[in-house]
Nanobody
């Protein structure tokens, strides 16, 4: 059973940085796609950034482009999100998402980690 655990969230002042990480267990293959989503209070869930399992083809939403960086480590089952120049509007619950096209379940979600950016 695949389990995703996010960590690294917390309170931070505007202009500060945080590094989120998501560790996967129970999965022996490399994921095809790894991504970070977020859900801000009163808003829908949105994709923040994604990366192919090979480490190529990154995507960033316009709201975080130039400030956030998604990466995967050598083990290929941990994904990070480096968040710099944080703004109050980045306040949200951040969720890790992974996709394995060959798995019957297909997509997996973490439980989320809170990020609160104060002005």
């Amino acid at each position: 059973q695949v389990r995703l655990v996010e960590y690294g969230g917390g309170p931070v002042q505007a202009g500060g940085s945080l590094r989120l990480s998501c560790a996967a267990s129970g999965h022996t293959r490399a994921f095809d796609v790894l991504a970070w989503y977020r859900k801000a209070p009163g808003k829908g869930r949105e994709v923040v950034a994604s990366i192919r399992g090979s480490g190529s083809n990154t995507y960033y939403s316009d709201s975080v482009k130039g400030r956030f960086t998604i990466s995967i480590d050598d083990v290929k089952n941990t994904v990070h999100l480096q968040m710099n120049s944080l703004k109050p509007e980045d306040t949200a619950i951040y969720y890790c998402n992974t996709i394995d096209y060959s798995d019957p379940v297909g997509t997996f979600w973490g439980q989320g980690t809170h990020v609160t950016v104060s002005a």
